[in-house]
Structure formats: C-alpha cells, structure tokens
Nanobody
Framework: QVHLVESGGGLVQSGGSLTLSCLASTRTFNAYSMGWFRQAPGKEREFVAS????????DYADSVKGRFTISRVNAKNTVYLQMLSLKPEDTAVYYC???????????????????WGQGTQVTVSS
C-alpha cells in the first residue's frame, strides 16, 4: 500500500509558475514509476507526465511539453512537477499516481497506476 499526498497547488496568473510535490509513504519508493494526471471540471482525467523509478525516463503530454518538468528525489520519497508558462487551460485538479512496473519504464496509461493521491487544485487566471 502506498499513500500519496500532493501539495503546492494554488491560484496563479497566466504565464506564472507553480511546482507541485507528491510525498509517498512507502519504503520502496524507488521501485515505483510515478505519474501526474489532471482533471478539469466536466472532463475526464488525463495524463500529464510520468517518470521511471530511476528518473532516467520521462514522458509528457503534448500539451505540456516544453513547459512542465517532472522529477523525483528517491531519498525524499518525493516526485515534483514544475509548471512554467501556465495557461488558463491548465486549470484542473492535479493528481499524483504510482505504478509498480517490471522495468525502468514509464506509461501514460491511467489504468496502469495502482495508487492515487487526493489531488491538489491548480487555477490559472487569465
């Protein structure tokens, strides 16, 4: 069982930046690949970014490439999502998720993730 807690959300103006954090309560954090997803009102939850257990492999949704960066510090059981040049369409609840893969890979498939946090709200005003 992995308990995930997101933090760092808030209200920011268009063009601004935020960094989200996700703290995992597990002794084997470095065995999990981690993902960030988001869900806007009235829309389905969508993939944002993922990072492999080593941190060497990452993947991003096309809509955030070049603006968002996912990273992790295994010694701190934490994964981050740095978000730059935020747009109003980035407004959503952001969720952290954990997957237990067979290798040092990443996935954008929501069904692969076994554990989820409660989410943190990000609101970008125009």
């Amino acid at each position: 069982q992995v308990h995930l807690v997101e933090s760092g959300g808030g209200l920011v103006q268009s063009g601004g930046s935020l960094t989200l954090s996700c703290l995992a309560s597990t002794r084997t954090f470095n065995a999990y690949s981690m993902g960030w997803f988001r869900q806007a009102p009235g829309k389905e939850r969508e993939f944002v970014a993922s990072i492999s257990w080593s941190g060497r492999n990452t993947d991003y949704a096309d809509s955030v490439k070049g603006r968002f960066t996912i990273s992790r510090v295994n010694a701190k059981n934490t994964v981050y999502l740095q978000m730059l040049s935020l747009k109003p369409e980035d407004t959503a609840v952001y969720y952290c998720a954990a997957d237990l893969p067979l290798d040092d890979s990443v996935t954008a498939f929501i069904g692969e993730y076994d554990y989820w946090g409660q989410g943190t709200q990000v609101t970008v005003s125009s």
